[in-house]
């Protein structure tokens, strides 16, 4: 494999017949061949799929940092990514594409003059776009730390 077309991305395997296209992920652009997906630019958002900059329309970005009782392992697995994003659009009143998962680490959780540690925790920064201000604001209110913690657990 050595080209895809506009909206995909070649998905690179240490073994070359396993290579394929995966169409390029919200919040960045694709122009084919054999070019790997370009983030968009600051201060705007696409949806799955988009085959140049002009795909990435203006956005106003509401960032959230969560704190996780999850493994990185279990993070990576197939499908938790997509959870999170689900269960964080349903919270903010968005679709899933919306929300951009834009970094992760896995920490130790200790608490507070406590000696032990009680597990491993994984910090996650997400940002969610809005298409202007007020709806950024909206978003942002109906991000409260109960709603949230129920759309996580609703979600798994």
């Not at 909206?7 to 396993?18: D, H, N, V």
Request: aromatic share 4%; with cysteine.
């Amino acid at each position: 494999l050595t080209r895809c077309p506009p909206g995909y991305e070649i998905l690179l395997t240490p073994i070359a017949a396993e290579e394929e296209c995966r169409q390029c992920v919200p919040g960045t652009y694709c122009v084919g061949g054999a070019s790997r997906a370009a983030k968009c630019p600051a201060n705007s958002h696409s949806q799955a799929g988009a085959t140049e900059t002009a795909g990435c329309a203006k956005a106003v970005m509401v960032a959230l940092s969560l704190s996780l009782p999850l493994p990185l392992s279990a993070f990576e697995k197939t499908g938790t990514q997509e959870q999170l994003k689900e269960a964080m659009g349903d919270a903010a009143g968005v679709e899933a594409s919306s929300v951009l998962i834009v970094g992760y680490a896995e920490s130790s959780d200790r608490r507070a003059g406590g000696r032990g540690l009680l597990g491993v925790v994984l910090d996650v920064d997400l940002e969610i776009a809005g298409a202007d201000t007020g709806s950024a604001e909206a978003i942002a209110k109906r991000l409260d730390g109960d709603t949230v913690n129920d759309n996580l657990f609703q979600k798994g």
